[in-house]
């Protein structure tokens, strides 16, 4: 019994069945397993990606907490929310801020403007930055520096403590505005800042004022210092006491010339936000500063300066040669300025 093959066949079955089918059920269970761990990671892989995304979403919500001012829609372009890399605005984050440039001629009363504005405690007018001839040397340099202004970067005497409302500068149309006047106006258009023109209806007043200012650049008058602007009747009255040569052959020219300018910055810049004002206008009508702060949409309040006049009264009192002026303008079209006096 023992040698029959059939007996011998049956039982060597009987003994390897039970050896493959554990192997073959744990070849099963090992797939089962590994397809479940690959659903098992595609699932929490999209779950992580979709709450990166959310978290993405937050931070953004977060960084747009301010709430939208009440204003028109057409100003929306002038509101900005500048982020000084220099200090923290805390507080004042959510305060929108306007940007301004007050574009003028030298000796048209941009300095005591610039003082009445930052007489208010939510403005700050930095001054006349670009007579640093290196910050105009180029378009790059010019975009550059008024980046750094109108981000609050540009630290000066009349930055504000309070929250600023309106931050700007003042440029003298010499100083690269003329020449860059095209990436000028869109940096303007682009970037929502708005014009002040301040400009002198009296040219030859103007003309005096700088040839007065040019003189003392090199006598310096006043014990040895020279100023552009005072801040007492007698150092005035000082200053005031030189009485420049007008040359009389050129006088047309120099006033055609200083009102040409005028009337080219105004063209250049007719497409930005702009308000046009007169030095004489805002000496004589204080509701002009009214108008400057309802345009820069600021609270009203009363503007105030410490400077002092420095040429008061009749024209012919401060020119050496004023019989010669008188002849060379009688007759024109800029004989006016012989008699458009004010106190």
């Known amino acids: 019994m023992a040698d029959d093959p059939g007996f011998f066949s049956k039982d060597s079955f009987l003994l390897k069945s039970p050896k493959r089918s554990p192997l073959v ?23 992580i990606s979709s709450g990166t995304k959310d978290g993405l979403l937050k931070v953004e919500v977060i960084e747009r907490a301010c ?24 507080e004042c984050a959510c305060n929108p801020v306007r940007y301004f440039a007050i574009l003028s001629m030298q000796r048209s009363g941009s300095g005591w403007f610039e003082t009445l504005l930052n007489s208010h405690t939510n403005i700050s007018s930095n001054g006349e930055i670009f007579s640093v001839k290196v910050r105009r040397s180029n378009v790059s340099t010019i975009l550059e520096t008024l980046d750094k202004v109108y981000n609050l970067d540009w630290l000066t005497s009349a930055s504000k403590n309070e929250c600023t409302a309106a931050v700007g500068l003042k440029w003298m149309l010499n100083q690269g505005l003329m020449q860059h006047h095209e990436e000028i106006v869109e940096y303007f258009k682009t970037r929502g800042v708005s014009t002040i023109f301040l400009f002198r209806r009296n040219l030859l007043r103007r003309m005096i004022s700088v040839l007065a200012n040019s003189y003392d650049s090199h006598a310096k008058l006043l014990n040895g210092t020279h100023k552009s602007h005072v801040h007492s009747t007698k150092e005035a009255e000082i200053l005031a006491s030189y009485k420049p040569f007008i040359n009389a052959t050129t006088l047309i020219p120099n006033l055609r010339q200083a009102e040409d300018t005028t009337t080219k910055a105004l063209e250049y810049f007719k497409s930005t936000r702009h308000i046009i004002l007169y030095y004489e206008d805002v000496l004589k009508n204080h509701t002009k500063l009214v108008e400057v702060q309802e345009f820069l949409k600021v609270p009203r309040k009363e503007l105030k300066s410490r400077q002092v006049k420095i ?5 012919s009192s401060h020119v050496e040669n004023w019989g010669q002026v008188q002849n060379a303008l009688k007759g024109t079209q800029y004989e006016r300025f012989l008699y458009n006096d004010y106190r």
């Open 25 to 47: 059920l744990r070849m099963v269970v090992l797939v089962f397993v590994m397809v479940c761990g690959v659903y098992i990671f595609t699932i929490c892989l999209k779950q």
């Open 67 to 90: 709430p939208e001012p009440n204003i028109e829609p057409w100003e929306i372009p002038y509101v900005h929310y500048p982020k000084p890399k220099t200090f923290s605005r805390a």
């Open 311 to 315: 040429h008061k009264g009749s024209l």
